[in-house]
C-alpha cells in the first residue's frame, strides 16, 4: 500500500523539483548562441533585449502552462524567473517577461499574476540599476555562504555590498505573493503552507532558484574571459617577438650599408632605397598573418639588399614554389630570419658567393617550407638542433606559441655542402590571433 505524503511533505517535494527545472532552464538557455552571447555583454540594445524577452519569456510561460494544465507546481517559476530576467536586461525587459508569465495564468482567472508579473521583473531592473554588474554575477545559490561573505564585507571592509538587496527585495516579492495568494484565493498561485520551517524553506528556495541560473551563466562568462585573457597573452607574445625581429633585421642591413659606404657610395645608395621599401612595409603591416606570396616579395627585397652587398652574380637565389601553397596564411616576418641565417651564416663564408633556394609545398595538412643554402654547414655539435642567432631562436618560439612546442624549424646540414632549415606550418584555425 503506498504511502500518502501530507501537503507540507509535498510542498518541499516540488521545491526540491522546482530547483531542478530552474537549472536545467538556465543550462538549456546557453545552448542558444544568441542567448549566449548576451551574458558577455554590460548593456544590451533594443534588439538584443528583445531576443532575451522572448527566450527567456517563452520559457517561464511555458512552465506557467504546464502547471496549469497538469497541476504541476513545480514548473512555475514566474517569480524568480521574472526577477532574474529584469536583474540581467532592465527593468522594461523584465516588465514584458512579467506579462509574458503572467498572461496564461490570468486567462485561467489568476487575476493577479498579470500586475504581479509586471512588479517581479520592474524590481528586478531597478535592483539592476542599483547594484554593481559583479554583485550581480556573484550572487549564489549557496545562500548563508551568501549571507556570511555579506557580514564579513560589512564588518571588516565597511563596504555595503549590494546582494543585500537583492535578498530584500526578492523576499519581501516572496512575502507579497503568499500575503496576496492568501488573502486572495484563486487569484494568485503561491505555495501554501504554515508550518514556519516550510515557510523558511519556501524562502530559500525562491533565493536559490534566483541564484542557480546566475551561478551556471557566470562560469561561461568566466570562461569566456579566460578564453580571451589567452589570446590577448598570446596576441602580446607575438607582438614582442615581431618587435624583436625588425630591429634584428634592421641591425644586420645598417652594417651593410655602413660597410658599403666606405668602398662603394652609389651602392650604399642603392641599399638605402631598398631598406626604405622594406621599412615602410614593416610600418605599416599591422597583422600578426599574412598571405606567403606577400611573405615572398618581401624575402625579395630583402635579397635585393643582399645581392648589393655581395656583388653581381655571387648570390644565385632559385624558387621552387608550388601555386596552391601562395594564399596560405603564415605568420609574418616568419621566412626572413631563415633566410638571413643561411646568408649570414652559410654562403657568406664563400669566397665565391653561393645559392640560396627557396620551396614550397604542400604536405599532410600543412604547408612544408625550406630554405637551402650550399655553405659549409653548421657546426658538428648545432646540426639538427634549434640554430643559433636571434632570429631563428625568435622564429622557434613564435612557431611555439602559435601552434604549440610540436612546431620548430627542423636544421638538416652536413659539412661542406650546406643547410637545409625546414618548417611546416599545419592548416589550423588561427582566426582568433589574426587582429593585432
Not at 124 to 141: A, M, N, T
Request: with cysteine; charged share 20%.
Amino acid at each position: 500500500m503506498g504511502t500518502t505524503l501530507s501537503p507540507d511533505q509535498l510542498v518541499m517535494v516540488t521545491i526540491l523539483v522546482k530547483l531542478g527545472v530552474m537549472a536545467s532552464i538556465a543550462s538549456l538557455l546557453i545552448r542558444f548562441g544568441a542567448f549566449k552571447s548576451l551574458l558577455y555583454k554590460t548593456e544590451l540594445s533594443l534588439k538584443e533585449k528583445l531576443i532575451f524577452a522572448l527566450l527567456s519569456g517563452m520559457l517561464l510561460s511555458s512552465g506557467v502552462i504546464v502547471r496549469l494544465l497538469l497541476n504541476y507546481d513545480a514548473a512555475d517559476l514566474s517569480l524568480s524567473g521574472t526577477v532574474l530576467v529584469g536583474l540581467l536586461a532592465g527593468p522594461l525587459t523584465g516588465a514584458a517577461v512579467g506579462l509574458m508569465v503572467g498572461a496564461p495564468a490570468a486567462f485561467n482567472g489568476e487575476l493577479l499574476a498579470l500586475p504581479l508579473g509586471v512588479l517581479y521583473g520592474v524590481s528586478g531592473g531597478i535592483v539592476r540599476d542599483l547594484c554593481r554588474k559583479e554583485d550581480i554575477w556573484s550572487f549564489s545559490p549557496l545562500i548563508f555562504l551568501n549571507l556570511y561573505r555579506i557580514a564579513q564585507t560589512a564588518i571588516r571592509d565597511r563596504i555595503f555590498d549590494w546582494q543585500v538587496v537583492i535578498f530584500a527585495v526578492t523576499l519581501a516579492l516572496e512575502s507579497l505573493r503568499i500575503f496576496a495568494g492568501s488573502e486572495f484565493p484563486g487569484l494568485l498561485f503561491h505555495l501554501p503552507s504554515q508550518n514556519p520551517w516550510v515557510m523558511l524553506a519556501i524562502y530559500i528556495a525562491t533565493l536559490a532558484a534566483l541564484g542557480i541560473p546566475l551561478k551556471i551563466w557566470n562560469n561561461v562568462r568566466l570562461e569566456r574571459k579566460l578564453a580571451e585573457q589567452e589570446v590577448l597573452v598570446v596576441r602580446a607574445r607575438l607582438q614582442a617577438l615581431s618587435s624583436q625581429i625588425n630591429p634584428h633585421f634592421l641591425f644586420n642591413t645598417l652594417n651593410s650599408i655602413a660597410s658599403a659606404t666606405r668602398t662603394n657610395p652609389e651602392v650604399a645608395r642603392r641599399l638605402i632605397r631598398k631598406l626604405s621599401s622594406i621599412l615602410r612595409k614593416l610600418l605599416e603591416e599591422q597583422e600578426h598573418f599574412v598571405p606567403l606570396k606577400e611573405e615572398l616579395e618581401f624575402i625579395d627585397s630583402y635579397l635585393d639588399i643582399e645581392s648589393v652587398r655581395f656583388g653581381a652574380g655571387k648570390l644565385v637565389v632559385e624558387k621552387d614554389v608550388a601555386e596552391n601553397t601562395l594564399n596560405t596564411l603564415v605568420p609574418s616576418m616568419i621566412i626572413q630570419p631563415l633566410v638571413e641565417n643561411a646568408v649570414k651564416h652559410g654562403i657568406s663564408t664563400r669566397l665565391e658567393g653561393g645559392r640560396i633556394v627557396i620551396r614550397t609545398r604542400r604536405g599532410m595538412g600543412a604547408v612544408i617550407i625550406e630554405i637551402e643554402d650550399n655553405g659549409g654547414g653548421l657546426p658538428q655539435g648545432e646540426r639538427a638542433a634549434e640554430g643559433h642567432g636571434i632570429g631563428i631562436a625568435n622564429v622557434n618560439e613564435r612557431l611555439s606559441v602559435i601552434y604549440g612546442e610540436q612546431c620548430k624549424i627542423e636544421l638538416v646540414s652536413a659539412p661542406h655542402e650546406g643547410t637545409v632549415a625546414r618548417i611546416e606550418i599545419p592548416d589550423v584555425d588561427i582566426s582568433h590571433l589574426r587582429a593585432s
